[in-house]
């Protein structure tokens, strides 16, 4: 079993700054990847960023490529999401998860889930 807990949700105005925090636990040598994802007021569940747990592999969605970075401290089991330049159609809320597989951006190969932590955006 691997536990996930998301950290630094809150709520600010446009082109603004914040940084989730995702700590993870359990069987973390199980992991494949560790991925953010965020599921927005009447929308479906979106892929968001994500990285290799044992690595430096990352990747984005493009809409937050140039904006969005994600990094991880492993001595921590710690993984973060510095978000900047934060944009009202960010609101949502974010899920860290964690795969075993190498299929990142796809939410149903992810076995574990933290809570979720809310990000609200005001223009």
């Known amino acids: 079993q691997v536990q996930l807990v998301e950290s630094g949700g809150g709520s600010v105005q446009a082109g603004g700054s914040l940084r989730l925090s995702c700590t993870v636990s359990?069987?973390?040598?199980?992991?494949?990847?560790v991925t953010w994802f965020r599921r927005a007021p009447g929308k479906e569940r979106e892929f968001v960023a994500g990285?290799?747990?044992?690595?430096?592999?990352?990747w984005y969605t493009d809409s937050v490529r140039d904006r969005f970075t994600i990094t991880k401290d492993n001595s921590k089991n710690t993984m973060y999401l510095e978000m900047n330049s934060l944009k009202a159609d960010d609101t949502a809320i974010y899920y860290c998860?964690?795969?075993?597989?190498?299929?990142?951006?796809?939410?149903?190969?992810?076995?574990?889930w933290g809570h979720g932590t809310q990000v609200t955006v005001s223009s």
């Open positions: 998860a964690a795969t075993s597989t190498s299929l990142v951006r796809t939410p149903t190969t992810h076995a574990y």
């Open positions: 359990g069987r973390t040598d199980i992991i494949y990847a």
């Open positions: 990285t290799i747990w044992s690595g430096t592999t990352t």
